[in-house]
């Protein structure tokens, strides 16, 4: 364990070390080493002795964010919550809720520490009855909007369903990372009829998305069907709906109707997106109907002159789909972007779908370190495991230098 330890320590590779330390060290010793990382020792001015670069960390007790790593203190006091020491994780992220990332951590560990009353009066502090922000430099930190978040997972997991839903009814911003919060809790809860009237209104057509899996989750397709074609127009995310619409016809042998639906999308003005390209070609070669993809972006490429590489490698897998491999390569590498390090993956993905596994990997070996991980993915395809971990191992990372200028309170436009 200890040489594992040492070697991704070398690389700097913080949650790669930490992912490590959770699944291969037994509990106790793994939460000394969580200690010792997240310590006086782990501050930014100690950067250099982490990087391999010194003295082994010094151990010693917590801190505060000042003289420890945020994101080593998140999986520190985690690792301790798992393992019956919920309230000194508890303790140790109170000073720290005004961070977003640590406030979620908080939120988590109050659980199974018994302190969910604690943890919500916290959050209550940060959602004032007025203000609400206006700018993504407002409110740095845990702005209100998350803060309304987080304590609204505490009210349904107190059995309050009820404030769980007002408190998200007042959010101004309804949704995160593709999913809404509200939309979620109410299809957990069966509340299909306040789901269905929320999709109507929700703009961003994510409300819509969660209906329809619902729906789909109980067999009834036509309805999940209906649902996007409802939202669809009424949408700021039009496009959005479209492929969930056509991915869902898709998955339900439905392909001929979702060609249609991304035909439609991709003919509007403006809507021959990579993204839109890409699945609609994907469909066509799903439906054997690869000549007809290539048909499309043949016109589209008439209409507009050029091929830029992001429309281009499109093709790629459709003209291979008609025993096309060699022309395929050809028009590749004389592309004026073929020799590219962003087109060498795409051109080593046709290589190794038709079999020429090692030309795929001598296509991506001179893009090095951006092709590491691509080179020994393929390499242990061939069996060469240990020549895979040498690739990876080659790719060293620079240790950041330490910050010489203060934090600056600025909006950087």
């Known amino acids: 364990m200890f040489e594992l330890e040492g070697d991704v320590r070398g690389k700097g590779y913080g949650t790669s070390l930490w992912t490590l330390l959770i699944l291969t060290i037994e509990p106790g010793r793994s939460l000394a080493a969580s200690h010792r990382i997240w310590?006086?020792?782990?501050?930014?001015s100690a950067m250099p002795r982490w990087w391999g670069c010194g003295p082994a960390m010094g151990s010693g007790s917590a801190r505060g964010m000042e003289d420890g790593h945020p994101l080593a203190l998140q999986f520190h006091s985690r690792l301790l919550a798992r393992h019956g020491g919920g309230d000194e994780a508890f303790s140790l992220l109170r000073p720290h809720v005004q961070d977003w990332f640590l406030a979620a951590a908080l939120v988590d560990v109050a659980d199974g520490a018994g302190r969910d009353d604690e943890a919500a009066e916290l959050l209550e502090a940060h959602i004032p009855d007025e203000h609400r922000c206006d700018s993504p430099w407002c409110c740095r930190g845990l702005d209100p909007d998350m803060a309304i978040g987080l304590l609204a997972t505490i009210r349904e997991r107190q059995g309050r369903v009820g404030d769980a839903i007002a408190l998200l009814r007042t959010r101004d911003k309804t949704s995160l990372n593709n999913r809404d919060q509200l939309a979620d809790l109410l299809a957990r809860r069966n509340r299909v009829a306040e789901l269905r009237a929320y999709a109507a209104?929700?703009?961003?057509?994510?409300?819509?998305?969660?209906?329809?899996?619902?729906?789909?989750?109980?067999?009834?397709?036509?309805?999940?069907?209906?649902?996007?074609?409802?939202v669809g127009d009424a949408s700021f995310c039009p496009g959005n709906v479209a492929v969930d619409l056509a991915q869902?016809?898709?998955?339900?042998?439905?392909?001929?109707?979702?060609?249609?639906?991304?035909?439609?999308?991709?003919?509007?003005?403006?809507?021959?997106?990579?993204?839109?390209?890409?699945l609609l070609c994907t469909l066509y070669a799903d439906q054997g109907r690869p000549e007809d993809g290539l048909a499309y972006l043949d016109a589209l490429k008439e209409r507009r002159g050029e091929e830029e590489w992001d429309l281009f490698w499109i093709r790629l897998?459709?003209?291979?789909?008609?025993?096309?491999?060699?022309?395929?390569?050809?028009?590749?590498?004389?592309?004026?972007?073929?020799?590219?390090?962003?087109?060498?993956?795409?051109?080593?993905?046709?290589?190794?779908?038709?079999?020429?596994?090692?030309?795929?990997?001598?296509?991506?070996?001179?893009?090095?370190?951006?092709?590491?991980?691509?080179v020994a993915g393929y390499l242990i395809d061939l069996g060469r495991i240990e020549e895979a971990v040498a690739v990876l191992h080659q790719d060293k990372p620079r240790p950041p230098q330490p910050s010489t200028v203060a934090w600056s309170e600025e909006p950087p436009f």
Do not use: K
């Open 317 to 374: 897998p459709l003209m291979a789909a008609c025993d096309r491999v060699n022309e395929a390569l050809e028009r590749a590498r004389a592309h004026p972007e073929g020799g590219t390090s962003y087109a060498a993956p795409h051109i080593a993905e046709l290589l190794a779908s038709a079999g020429r596994t090692e030309e795929a990997v001598a296509i991506l070996r001179p893009h090095a370190p951006a092709s590491s991980h691509d």
């Open 248 to 278: 869902l016809l898709a998955r339900h042998d439905r392909g001929e109707e979702a060609i249609e639906v991304m035909r439609a999308l991709a003919d509007l003005p403006g809507g021959a997106e990579d993204w839109i390209l890409h």
């Open 201 to 230: 209104t929700e703009p961003f057509g994510i409300a819509a998305r969660r209906l329809a899996e619902l729906l789909e989750e109980r067999d009834d397709v036509e309805g999940a069907i209906a649902v996007y074609r409802q």
């Open 39 to 44: 310590s006086p020792g782990f501050s930014n």
